[in-house]
């Protein structure tokens, strides 16, 4: 089973939180912005927990042989729900922030073409039909979101920490905004969405009814398609006929999303 290792996460974590309030505290900076810097670090250990948690998932299904479209799609769901409109809110937020600081120049222009390359990497995933490829790329997309975020918390929020102008409880919430209002309907509950259009056609409902079966009570699921998944919901009424909801998010013409959920 294909496992990503953390050794060194909580260690280097810890450092770059004690730097930081050494150097926050040390010239004047608010208590508002040093727990904003620790809201900061905890939403991206959870980004980073969550993305891994889905590379968990292909490496476990292609090491044992089975069927890995789901996984696949959960993954890339996953990134463009919640790593993606993180990255958009960002640009707009820290990154124009730290844009003010002669010495991050650079580094945000070297952070923003990481945002692109990550795009580009899961659009090559989403093309991808070969389980071992598949994983590949997958665990790409993860090392380099890891690199990434150590970079964000390493180079960028310390100074930010550290500068008065502007805050960064103030670019927290800013930050916090934007992305709420990026990510789908403001919905603030994680739900795993799966992309059926790069799972061949005859795997669809397999792949789909795989993700129902393994939900709890209350939960749910997002999948999205290129067609009015009617046959979908019919099948859904003759096998589980008032043990299943159904909900329609949007309805074309390109795409279509539905929720997908089992009652409480």
Sequence with gaps: MIKIT????????RKVEEQ????????????PNVAAFHKILEHHEILLKGIKDKLNAIGSVVNEEQPHEAEVGQFIGYFKKEILPHA?????????????????????????????????????????TAPLTALKIAKDVTALFKEHVKKENELILPVLLKSKAPPLSALLVSLHDRY??????????????????QIPPAMRHEAIFRMYHNLNPAASFIITVDHDPKPLYYQFSAEYAGKFNWEYIKS??????????KPA
Excluded at 6 to 13: I, P, V
Excluded at 20 to 31: C, H, M
Excluded at 252 to 261: L, S, T
């Design 6 to 13: 953390d050794e060194n996460d909580m260690s280097s974590k």
């Design 20 to 31: 930081s309030l050494e150097q926050g505290l040390s010239s004047g900076t608010q208590e």
């Design 88 to 128: 958009q809110a960002e640009e707009k937020t820290l990154y124009q922030a730290a844009l003010s600081q002669s010495q991050l120049k650079s580094t945000i222009e070297s952070m923003e073409a990481e945002h692109r390359e990550l795009e580009r990497l899961v659009e090559k995933l989403y093309q991808s």
């Design 180 to 197: 709420n209002l990026l990510r789908a309907g403001g919905d603030q509950a994680l739900v795993d969405e799966l992309d059926v259009r």
């Design 252 to 261: 074309g013409p390109e795409i279509w999303q539905v929720r997908i959920g």
